[in-house]
């Protein structure tokens, strides 16, 4: 159709078009790495990288842990406290400490749920040497990286 200077008309839908979609999450990844040399005693954790004050929302989260070598290490990846005493851990949850052999890279993968008591949200990596004794003591490199992927805090 045209009006009468012959300009063309446009048709005119609904105003909305189904339900509103929700807001999207923080647009921003987050990353840290550093290294550590691992001393001696073992099966005291030590802190190696982490991120904290993240703003609260769901995360995908990926740890990889480097072995630089000297001797076996374990380390455990942790999440968000949750105020019951335990630690906080990314889901799913690895219960057992990860091993990363002399020599080698682990990568492990998982998901921060973001809750509404949040104040913020945070994922660390620690790490302790095993087989005590020695002096090679072994020098860990690790990478935290995490990404919002979803805006529902339950």
Not at 44 to 54: F, N, Q, T, Y
Not at 128 to 138: I, Q, R, Y
Request: one cysteine or more; proline letters at 13%; hydrophobic letters at 35%.
């Amino acid at each position: 159709m045209s009006d009468p200077l012959g300009a063309a008309r446009v048709p005119e839908g609904p105003a909305t078009i189904g339900p509103v979609p929700p807001a999207p999450a923080p647009p921003n990844g987050y990353y840290a790495w550093n290294s550590h040399i691992l001393e001696d005693p073992e099966t005291v954790p030590i802190p190696l990288v982490g991120l904290s004050d993240l703003p609260v929302a769901d995360y995908i989260v990926w740890a990889t842990i480097t072995n630089g070598g000297g001797r076996d290490v374990v380390c455990e990846i942790g999440g968000p406290d949750r105020g019951d005493g335990k630690l906080g851990h990314i889901q799913p949850n690895p219960d057992d400490m990860v091993r990363v052999p002399d020599g080698q890279t682990v990568t492990v993968t998982g998901v921060i749920r973001g809750r509404a008591d949040d104040t913020s949200e945070n994922v660390w990596v620690n790490c302790f040497p095993l087989n005590s004794g020695g002096d090679n003591n072994p020098i860990a490199y690790a990478t935290v990286i995490a990404l919002p992927f979803l805006n529902r805090v339950t």
